[in-house]
């Protein structure tokens, strides 16, 4: 038997579950790894794709739309989020994080 929420659209339940699972299995260890364009616009593509899917849009103009309505950000924004969380994370786990962290900025 299927339980529902009453108030919960299954397209937005749809979207919860990219945000909360599917993003995190897409965006396997890019904070460590380097990203090219072409890498960032096949993400970028396969998150239209999902949109596209769950709403049935029909144009570029109405995911575009979809997307920034139900927060799904390009993946330049999650990646930049996922490295700041890993260098905090770096940060304090070892003592000596600090001037890695300072060479690795000068370095950019």
């Not at 937005?12 to 364009?37: F, N, R």
Request: net charge positive; with cysteine; aromatic share 12%.
């Amino acid at each position: 038997m299927c339980y529902r929420a009453k108030n919960a659209s299954p397209k937005l339940v749809c979207v919860q579950l990219l945000k909360s699972i599917c993003m995190q299995v897409l965006l396997y260890a890019v904070e460590v790894l380097p990203l090219t364009k072409t890498d960032v616009a096949r993400l970028d593509h396969a998150l239209d794709r999902v949109v596209f899917r769950i709403f049935g849009c029909s144009s570029s103009a109405d995911i575009t739309y979809i997307r920034v309505a139900v927060d799904i950000s390009g993946v330049t924004g999650y990646v930049a989020c996922r490295y700041r969380n890993f260098q905090k994370r770096y940060f304090t786990c070892f003592s000596w994080s600090s001037m890695v962290l300072n060479c690795v900025s000068c370095q950019c």
